[in-house]
């Protein structure tokens, strides 16, 4: 399966799981869909914190969280350390808003298939 997977991949997975919708409906690769699943149980984690339990670089890790937070997947809070300096929290975006953000794409996303379907006629051959 491909890193980041598409609308069409989606339509031909017969029992797709939860990361691979979220990875397909909103263009993001799979290891971001993982990120937000991670930070979905760990919230309020630093990158080095995520870094460690996904195991990956936090390079990475934050290229991720940019991603999630460009797709609004995810929102992040500086907190001020107590020997001067910050750090910054990321916390997911709750399950019951991301799920209502994919209902919402995929909707769209019907309703334009749909037009095109309306639209096409000898014309449009």
């Not at 993001?28 to 195991?55: F, K």
Request: with cysteine; hydrophobic share 35%.
């Amino acid at each position: 399966m491909a890193d980041s997977p598409d609308m069409a991949n989606l339509l031909e997975t017969d029992d797709p799981g939860f990361q691979h919708v979220l990875s397909c409906v909103f263009g993001i690769q799979d290891h971001e869909s993982r990120t937000y699943l991670v930070l979905l149980n760990n919230p309020g984690s630093t990158v080095a914190e995520l870094a460690e339990v996904l195991d990956r670089d936090r390079s990475n890790v934050n290229r991720s969280l940019t991603t999630l937070m460009e797709k609004g997947l995810a929102s992040r809070q500086r907190r001020l350390l107590d020997p001067g300096g910050y750090v910054y929290q990321y916390t997911a975006t709750p399950l019951p808003e991301a799920k209502q953000m994919l209902h919402d794409a995929l909707d769209a996303w019907a309703e334009t298939v749909h037009e095109r379907i309306d639209e096409f006629g000898p014309e449009g051959a």
